[in-house]
């Protein structure tokens, strides 16, 4: 029997509330399956551990991560730690310390979900967000000069390295390529004349050596109003990290909701452990009420799942969704319905259940 040892850091807010449900899930999978197995290890990093400790993890946490097969995450940040230090000394530390330089957001109106526009169809909204991970505007590159004087300066610099650069570039290429799928880069070049001149160059270049992907180009903002205008234009699609962040929101909003969007933040070269999470965050105004959504965790069990070879676990995941969406009893409140964030989780649990057994008795 194969063992998957994965890191659990639940987190802050509804973090832990989302993550139980997501384990719930990933451990009856491996039940029904009884060919691998799940072995969680949890640690109690985030802000409440900063205010017993003064740090959001332990000194060495890196190093008592990075054997895992995987983390599993659930979000970061509360009221009382402000944001730049529990999100830099957790969530963002481990995206870079681990080099996951791609974070992968699917954006895909499943059967059921609600989009906030009108009358679109679900197949147009079945976009693929490749955003890069470690550097650009999330560089952490500045300097704060004459603080509270009149001369106060701040400086906030965007890295892109053609290191970084080309390799999420031609890592969405090779995903195009795969699929069959246009690829679309978004970059801001007539603004940002070196960063996003640079970016645009790069795609260029590296569009040369996938001449069968038909590739698009658009600026960021006007991308923002595509992504709501006509959606279906959309397939894959390479951006920075800060567009990636703002645009993937966007997309959660036209795709169901913030409750079900996931995201997977990957270090493609397998050297370090890849980590899964929901896009939103810890969301301190519905916290320990059993309000949270815990689909978008669910979902990023998908993505993990996917990860390890289980492409069927990890489609079986999307369709029991849809089914629980279909049903629309068992919705938590974000999505119209009553139902706590553990009933949806065990219902999930008992649709992948049936699914999974009706699959393998034929
Ligand atoms: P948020 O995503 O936490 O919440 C935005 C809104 O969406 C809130 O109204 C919230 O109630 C709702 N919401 C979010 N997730 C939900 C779910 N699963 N079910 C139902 N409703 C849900 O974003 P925010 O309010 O901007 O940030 C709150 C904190 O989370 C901040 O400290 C921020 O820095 C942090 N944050 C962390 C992550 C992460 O850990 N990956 C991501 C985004 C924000
Ligand atoms: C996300 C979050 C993070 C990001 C924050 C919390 C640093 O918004 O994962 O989308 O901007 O990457
Ligand atoms: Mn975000």
């Not at 969680?40 to 060495?60: A, I, N, R, S, V």
């Not at 500045?142 to 290191?163: H, I, T």
């Not at 995903?175 to 645009?200: C, H, P, Q």
């Amino acid at each position: 029997m194969k063992t998957y040892r994965i890191a659990v850091i639940p987190g802050d807010g509804i973090g832990p509330e989302v993550i139980n449900e997501g384990v719930k899930v990933l451990n009856k999978i491996a039940e029904l399956d009884s060919s691998f197995e799940f072995d969680f290890t949890y640690f109690p990093w985030g802000c409440e551990f900063y205010t017993k400790h003064g740090k959001m993890m332990d000194d060495d946490g890196i190093d008592q991560l990075k054997d895992f097969a995987a983390i599993y995450l659930g979000a970061v940040g509360f009221p009382g730690v402000p944001d730049h230090i529990s999100l830099w000394d957790l969530l963002l530390v481990i995206r870079k310390s681990f080099d996951q330089y791609v974070n992968l957001r699917p954006v895909q109106l499943l059967h059921g979900a609600h989009s906030a526009l009108a009358n679109v169809k679900n197949d147009e909204i079945d976009m693929l967000f490749i955003r890069e991970n470690t550097e650009g505007e999330y560089a952490g590159a500045g300097d704060w000069l004459f603080k509270g004087q009149d001369n106060e300066v701040v400086l906030q610099n965007a890295v892109f390295s053609r290191k970084g650069t080309e390799r999420i570039i031609r890592y969405a290429f090779e995903v195009a390529k795969r699929e069959g799928k246009t690829l679309t880069s978004i970059s801001k070049a007539n603004a940002l004349n070196y960063s996003m001149v640079f970016w645009d160059e790069v795609f260029e270049e590296v569009s040369l050596d996938y001449p069968e992907v038909k590739t698009a180009s658009y600026l960021v903002d006007a991308a923002a109003m595509l992504m709501i205008t006509d959606p279906k234009r959309f397939e894959i699609i390479v951006t920075s990290n800060l567009f990636g962040d703002i645009l993937t929101d966007v997309g959660a909003a036209i795709a169901g909701g913030i409750g079900l969007a996931a995201g997977a933040n990957i270090n493609p070269e397998r050297r370090y452990p890849s980590m899964f999470e929901p896009v939103h965050g810890s969301a301190p105004d519905i916290a320990g009420k059993g309000l949270s959504n815990p689909l978008a965790t669910i979902w990023s069990a998908s993505q993990m799942l996917d990860f390890f070879g289980y492409k069927e676990y990890g489609k079986a995941i999307a369709s029991g969704i849809e089914e629980l969406l279909s049903t629309k009893e068992f919705l938590t409140p974000d999505m119209g319905g009553t139902a706590t964030t553990s009933e949806v989780g065990e219902k999930m649990v008992e649709i992948l259940t049936s699914q999974i057994k009706r699959k393998v008795l034929g």
